[in-house]
């Protein structure tokens, strides 16, 4: 069978995860990314040690790399990460030399959208579209049942398409990209800039905070959310909004027959989908006359990338 090892690299967390032939995630390890604004070998250090946690001692046959960021044509290096410190450097002939073994690199949403178009919730889909929400956004082409990487490698960077002239800041160096009005950085920033207000007082994420919003992390407000407290509700509503508005964008500009929605934000279903297929059906132009493509949530959710990553590994690329 072989070790196969797929590793997400996002902007807050590494995962690492031995995956079967059939998709099945047998054991993982989880690092803290350790930013954008440190030495790369910092980041390199973290994923070593989880890829080794995750072999435990046994000889590792191949490693896929899904990269939060612009990974080039060749699949060599991450040129541009708006939230890793990789900046054009030789990141998979580096880390094949340092582990031992062969390595792929892929972005991580092309990882994503690997997996779901092979046993996911894109099987047997020809135009389809992938967006990963987590800490920002990433994005991923597929027509005719091929992944489309572009001229650069570089398809799919939805989430620095610019939404709002002049607006928020972006860790890209631009301002007003989607991903600041929809991802999981504009999901917490939305709940701490209201949690103080009176009328929410009483809500839930102050005691899962501690009191103190700068801890707040998506997962807590999720779990909010789910227990029904009207901030969290209220966040995932206007997060969602933000989600529809942009896939109605993607949807007039490519027409693909299903939008899969994965990365770390999407574990929390509808509460993010329902507010996000409203959008779509508002913003849509001439959505009454066509046939909208549906918003499903990625069957591996956010694992995806890790078992894209290790599929790529087995095949080659």
């Given at each position: 069978m072989g070790l196969y090892i797929g590793v997400d690299i996002g902007g807050t967390k590494v995962l690492?995860?031995?995956?079967?032939?059939?998709?099945?995630?047998?054991?993982?390890?989880?690092?803290?990314?350790?930013g954008r604004r440190v030495e790369v070998a910092l980041v390199e250090d973290a994923l070593t040690e989880a890829v080794l946690e995750v072999?435990?001692?046994?000889?590792?046959?191949?490693?896929?790399?899904?990269?939060?960021?612009f990974v080039d044509g060749d699949g060599e290096r991450v040129m541009f990460a708006p939230h890793l410190p990789w900046r054009g450097d030789p990141t998979r002939s580096r880390l094949e030399a340092r582990w031992g073994t062969r390595v792929v690199l892929d972005n991580d949403a092309n990882c994503a959208a690997r997996a779901e178009l092979a046993l996911g919730s894109a099987a047997g889909v020809r135009d389809a579209l992938l967006v990963t929400m987590g800490t920002g956004i990433g994005g991923?082409?597929?027509?005719?049942?091929?992944?489309?990487?572009?001229?650069?490698?570089m398809a799919g960077e939805f989430g620095h398409m610019q939404v709002v002239p002049d607006g928020l800041p972006c860790e890209c160096g631009g301002t007003g990209c989607w991903e600041q009005y929809s991802s999981g950085n504009a999901l917490v920033r939305y709940v701490r800039a209201r949690i103080d207000r009176p009328e929410h007082e009483d809500s839930l994420l102050d005691d899962l905070c501690g009191g103190d919003p700068a801890t707040l992390n998506g997962p807590m407000v999720t779990k909010a959310a789910e227990a029904g407290d009207r901030l969290a509700l209220k966040a995932f509503a206007k997060i969602g909004e933000w989600l529809g508005?942009?896939?109605?964008?993607?949807?007039?500009?490519?027409?693909?027959?299903?939008?899969?929605?994965?990365?770390?934000?999407?574990?929390?279903?509808?509460?993010?989908?329902?507010?996000?297929?409203?959008a779509l059906e508002g913003s849509l132009v001439g959505a009454a006359h066509r046939t909208v493509p549906p918003v499903v949530r990625a069957a591996f959710g956010p694992e995806a990338g890790v078992v894209g990553a290790a599929a790529m590994a087995r095949s080659g690329y």
């Open positions: 690492a995860a031995e995956v079967t032939a059939k998709g099945e995630v047998a054991r993982t390890a989880r690092r803290t990314t350790p072999a435990d001692g046994r000889r590792i046959d191949g490693v896929g790399l899904a990269a939060a960021g991923a082409v597929v027509l005719g049942g091929t992944l489309l990487r572009g001229r650069n490698g508005i942009g896939l109605a964008n993607l949807v007039a500009a490519i027409d693909p027959e299903l939008l899969v929605i994965g990365g770390g934000v999407s574990a929390a279903g509808d509460l993010l989908l329902g507010p996000a297929r409203a």
